[in-house]
């Protein structure tokens, strides 16, 4: 049963970015961005919350706020390997049976989204959980620097199993395409096996590491909200939610 005592909440972060350096630590609305993905996480009341960083600066940054940190090593292929070596630091004895992988790039993340995507453990055969939402736009899905889940969700269904993920429409029919955000919940278990395997052609390739699941016959269980948790990726993104937190 998930519980505040055995569940976690991981926001896996480094400084190096191509596109905005020193991204996290980025000023909106008067706090760093990961301060604000820090304290919705916080909000929530879920469980433990830890940032794992390879950073002195974003450690500095969440120890001045009274916040929980884990050092990792710099040389982490993907944030969930990050996650789970913090995982391993934080809680040796194994008490920790539910993870959220949230990432410290979305600074408009709310206590809704983590709860849903938590709760989507909660049946005994789901190993791994994430969101989705509708396209606003029609043209969105022609943009590649938007994830696609391909799932099945008819009606007033808001849960179902990932086919597949990919960032160009092809031949999927639009009704079964959704924006993918990028947040996941691990049981134990499926995180340990998950990072025992090998990157896939198609997660190197596509960049999306969801794919190393799929590839290797996991069920990643997919949740419908009503509402898209912007992230920040590009100067545009940032000065979008600037105005948002700002009001």
Not at 11 to 27: E, G, H, T, Y
Not at 169 to 191: E, P, T, V
């Amino acid at each position: 049963m998930i519980s505040q005592e055995n569940t976690a909440i991981i926001i896996p972060v480094r400084l190096q970015a191509s596109r905005l350096p020193n991204k996290p630590l980025l000023d909106i609305a008067g706090k760093p961005m990961i301060q604000h993905v820090w304290e919705s996480a916080i909000a929530s009341d879920l469980g433990r919350v830890v940032v794992a960083t390879d950073s002195d600066e974003i450690a500095k940054c969440i120890e001045s706020l009274g916040g929980d940190v884990c050092m990792t090593s710099e040389n982490h292929q993907t944030g969930t390997d990050r996650m789970h070596e913090a995982l391993q630091v934080i809680d040796p004895g194994k008490m920790i049976h539910y993870i959220i992988n949230l990432q410290g790039d979305l600074p408009t993340i709310n206590s809704m989204a983590l709860e849903k995507v938590l709760n989507l453990l909660s049946s005994e055969e789901n190993e791994i959980g994430t969101l989705v939402t509708q396209f606003e736009r029609e043209e969105d899905l022609k943009k590649e620097q938007f994830v696609k889940a391909v799932c099945n969700l008819s009606g007033s269904e808001t849960e179902s199993y990932a086919e597949n993920f990919v960032r160009k429409q092809g031949d999927y029919d639009s009704k079964n395409l959704f924006h993918h955000i990028g947040i996941y919940s691990f049981k134990r278990d499926a995180l340990e096996k998950f990072v025992t395997l090998s990157q896939t052609d198609r997660e190197k390739n596509e960049k999306l590491e969801q794919l190393r699941a799929l590839d290797n016959n996991m069920k990643i269980k997919i949740g419908l909200i009503d509402f898209l948790p912007l992230g920040v990726d590009t100067p545009d993104d940032l000065e979008e939610i600037r105005k948002i937190l700002s009001k």
